[in-house]
């Protein structure tokens, strides 16, 4: 027992000063986007897990705060998940894409339609189409599927089709899953969910001919997608510890945890 | 020795109350903010919730009725089936009947939410579009039926010891001067344990108005005005729903809404604490 004891407590002290091997202090301040929740905190974790001591803060404000602060210079590293304004980049600041968040839009499988244009589907969200067979469906009324006021997937996603506001959703689902379980369900309902999280149970459309992939998503030409990007500012250094932090999230080493996270990496 | 563990029984008491006193100083502390902000009339009578809109709208009205719409409702279709399953339960059913039925709604007690949730969601919501031919099924009908089925179990265990607890002389005089049983079971035995039973439908009202998770799943969640067939969104799920990305006064009336439904839940309570007086008096 004792022996066991004493190897125990040798390779406790091993892992401890490996672990300070490692050690970078100080923090790491973000701050913007809520879309870019999971995919900032997955990365923070993992930054925090491989350098002990450091610190690691997220605030969500959404990307116009985010951009805001850094200019102010309240955090280190700005979240946004839209491209910067050009009188925002005049100000000093430069976005570095991180990854891309490509949004499916769902249907049930027994649904005959295959490819809808971006604006027939601003239209059909915004119930200026009412009926299936408007698009080349079966004569059956759309059902709109959509998240709750404030989710990052329904920001994206209106953001995209031009329909802040506009949306008339029939039924609003606080989670990806219901969302997909919900259109499973309907034959005739629509919906959207982040492309990453999208299951065999509903139909992927095309937008204007185009199937969601991550290769079409990288390269742009499907459409319905958006940014996330990290500001900083062009004229400061960041301090080492963000800098490390900058460096791990743009590496390759990230990509596993950002296509976990449901995004599509740029590298 | 005897002083000491008074002393202990004395503290696990004081954290219960120490609980309940936190949690409502907590919450009007934070659900009064917003309403100041909206202002009361705004808040309580807007017809419209729009938190991230522009202009941000945060009326409560459509939560409001559609909770009480709701409640109601499974009220409606809960309480008579409840009250004949512990009627006949009580007084007229088969020993092994009675125990196999017991057990069933025992068990249907014990489900969790989630699983009424689920189950309303993959069953019930795609029934009640095909039966009625409306293009989506979610909405407060739904939420009402699943509501009636959860409120069940409550209803039946407490009409059932109520109808119990009747002395079997009222029955047996009732009996000797020529009723029926039927006529005895209504005329004596409901009348006599109708404090228990009262207590047994408040209970149920109250379990209806603070279900969030499996209305969540079957109401469709939309922030309308109520009609039977119509995406609603209730007072718990107005805050379950919305909860978790929320900033600043959106986050603000989140509160004010569990302060209005905390007060709701107070009044129901006041009710029972009523009823359960009168048992004792009688």
Known sequence: MKKICLALVFVF?????????????????????????KVISALGEKFESDHSGVTFTYNPTGSSSGIAAVMEGRCDIG???????????????????????????????????????????????TGEITNWKEVGGNDAPIVLIGREAGSGTRDGFESITKTEDACQYRQELTSTGDVITTVSNNSNAIGYASLASVKDSVKVVMVDGITPTEATVKDGSYVVQRPFILVTRADEKLSDTAQSFFDFAVSKDANEILLDAGVVPIK | MENIIHGIFLLLGLITVGCVLLMTIYLIISGIPAIR??????????????PVLAEPKYGILPFILTSIYGTAGAVFIGVPIGFMTAVYLAKLAHPKIKSVVSNAVSLLAGIPSVVYGLVGMMVLV??????????????????????????????????????????????????????????????????????????????????AIGEAMAVMMVAGNAPNMPSIFQSVRFLTTAIASEMSYSAGLQRQALFSIALVLFLFIMLINTALNFFLKREKVE
């Open chain 1, 13 to 37: 002290s091993l892992v401890a000063l490996v672990g300070c091997g490692n050690k970078t202090s100080g923090t790491v301040s973000t701050d913007g986007s809520t879309s870019m929740e």
């Open chain 1, 79 to 125: 979240l946004s998940s839209r491209y910067l304004k050009d009188d925002e980049k005049e100000k000093g600041l430069t976005e570095t894409v991180l990854a891309l968040d490509g949004i499916a839009i769902i249907v049930n499988p027994a649904n005959s339609v295959n490819d809808l244009s971006l604006e027939d589907i601003a239209k059909i969200y």
């Open chain 2, 37 to 50: 902000e909206v202002g009361l009339f705004h808040f309580l009578f807007g017809k419209e919730w729009a």
């Open chain 2, 126 to 207: 795609p029934q009640i579009s095909t039966l009625f031919h409306i293009p989506d099924g979610s909405g407060l009908l739904a939420a009402i039926i699943v509501l009636a089925i959860m409120i069940l179990p409550s209803i039946i265990k407490m009409s059932l010891t109520a109808l119990e607890a009747v002395p079997k002389d009222y029955e047996d005089a009732s009996l000797a001067l020529g009723a029926t049983p039927v006529e005895t079971y209504f005329r004596v035995s409901v009348p006599a344990a109708k404090s228990g039973i009262a207590t047994a439908i408040v209970f149920g009202i109250g379990r």
